[in-house]
């Protein structure tokens, strides 16, 4: 599960000082859920979700991600999730295997449990033909496979997705698209942002519209939809992000 | 930090790292091929040229002395030149090195030696052309024997014992044996190369495991991973150091191999007579000397990296950074820069300076303690500041 209270970042920028990129954000997400955060680019998706996985510290606020505090316990924090976002690419120089082999390592897994995880991932993500070869040459596609794979590979209990499907083929965003359903159907605690409406009316069981670094609404589709009398989500979304222009 | 996570992370850089052609370019065949051949050609043509200098027969002509057959006829009988008949432009001919040198005697030279007479001879030469300058040197070796000649032919005439004009002479003797004479002329060269390739070596991996990883977005995929960012560190920090270590060590067994080679040809060439012989347990003292050096530049390469958004950047703030390095190992190397105290608090150059004394055979124990300890506390220094760089949230995600 993840439980988000009063969550803030700010950054210092030389031209424009102090900027507060997240403003005490607080969620929650639980086990089989999954939460859609949406918002514009520079709304502050990306922030919270890189604070959520540990890889920045909030300047103020805190959370907890799988029973483990952010700010006392990122370790044992990032040794239960699956982070996924379109900046994290892969080497170039290590095969398909060589890659899931190594975050199997980085998670502390014996030999011979890498070993089995990822003969079963590789089997049940049909990935198998290109398990030797090079990421550098894998296509897009593959590319993703070999990403999920890394994510899955200590089988955490939750899942953080940064646009994962941003500029991606059909295809390929479909495919993702099933396997964050899939993890939902595991019983994973799944957030994940986007700025593609259908993508979130089709998956999120909860969505939170963010906007100049705060939370402006928070529901379920149907909540949504009732509380801003909209027809779709792009409406509520114009509607909520537009307060703060 | 836990060493099982910084041995993974290792692992897996030297596996990556040894994939990459740019790598095993500057790790592994830039110092077994290019640097040594460019060390030997240097090498070969200058010891070609200065031996040419010494083993060339001279063309000099004489100006005057026609009434001298005396002082002309030993002029001709003097092995390495050849007297050629004068000429008008024999001066020009020197400048324009078509000849080596003019000899000017006045005339009755020969009747005013006789009488007794202090007489004045010229030598014409270009200076700073190797081969006017050595037959000057041979003119000027012969007229001093041809003088001392006639002052003891003078003496005997009179009756007085030759001896007068030496009362005693000065014999110069060289201790060393001729394997140190070689260390000193060539020691400082060995740590020079040292230091310079494990440097290079350490540069590229340095760029590519930090500014690269951030410009081909893996930086953020392992920051994601449950090991702490000290681990991350560690196992980059020991991938650069072998990348430092294993070139420099290549690049010494590609010039000690060339080297061997090459000396017999070298040594006749340049006519010389010392040895260059150098003790492997000389160079492998010398080598632990470099290794906090290469802890050090593997360190700071990479803080410095880390703080470029991309490759081309990082490359930069790599160049001036690399003047930093060779100007100290240069200055190492020029004759008259001694080991001292003032000397030996300056990172690199001190280390270039206490590994040539070790080459030329002393062991200066009390400057090798302070200088190693020396290096280790700046390479900790080093380090430390990579750890820092590395939790630099502003630095890992500089926009």
Known sequence: ?245 | MSLRNALIVYRKELRDMLRDKRTIRSMIVMPLVAFPLLFLGIGYVTAEFSGEAKTEIAPVMIHGGGNSPNVIAALQKLSGIRVLPYSQDALHQVAEKKIRAVVEIPSGFDAAISAGHSEKVVIDYFENNDKSEEAESKLEKFFDKYRQQILRDALTARGLPPGLVDPFTVDSKNVASASQVGAALFGGLIPYLIIIFSFTGATYPAMDLTAGEKERGTMETILSSPISRTDVVFGKFFTVVTASVVTAILALISLGASFAWAKPKLLAAAHATFQMSIEPSTVAVVAVMLLPLAVLFASALLAISLLAKSFREAQTYVGPMSFVVIAPAIIGLLPGVDLNWKTALIPILNTSLVSKEIMAGSYPWIFIAAIFGMTCVYAGIAIFWAVRMFNREDVLFRA
């Open chain 1, 1 to 245: 599960m993840i439980e988000a209270r009063e969550l803030s970042k700010s950054f210092h920028d030389k031209k424009r000082g102090a900027i507060r990129a997240v403003d005490r954000i607080s969620f929650s997400c639980l086990p089989g859920e999954i939460y859609g955060l949406l918002g514009a680019n520079g709304a502050g998706k990306t922030t919270t979700l890189r604070m959520l996985a540990t890889i920045l510290a909030p300047t103020s606020g805190t959370a907890t991600v799988a029973g483990y505090d952010i700010a006392r316990e990122p370790q044992k924090v990032r040794a239960n999730i699956g982070f996924l976002s379109t900046a994290t690419a892969l080497y170039d120089r290590l095969t398909a295997y060589e890659t899931v082999e190594y975050f199997g390592q980085l998670y502390g897994l014996d030999a011979a449990t890498v070993r089995q995880r990822a003969d079963e991932l590789f089997t049940a993500l049909d990935m198998q033909e290109f398990r030797d070869r090079r990421c550098g040459k894998l296509s897009t596609g593959m590319k993703q496979k070999v990403s999920i794979a890394r994510t899955l590979i200590h089988n955490p209990s939750v899942m953080i997705f940064d646009e994962p499907t941003s500029g991606l083929d059909v295809m390929t965003a479909r495919s993702i698209i099933d396997f964050i359903r899939q993890c939902r159907e595991r019983g994973k605690t799944v957030i994940f942002s986007t700025h593609v409406m259908p993508e979130a009316e089709k998956l999120c069981d909860r969505i939170g519209i963010i906007h100049g670094g705060k939370l402006r609404a928070e529901g379920t589709l149907e909540e949504m939809r009732n509380h801003f009398r909209k027809e779709s989500l792009e409406d509520v979304f114009v509607e909520v992000s537009g307060d703060g222009r």
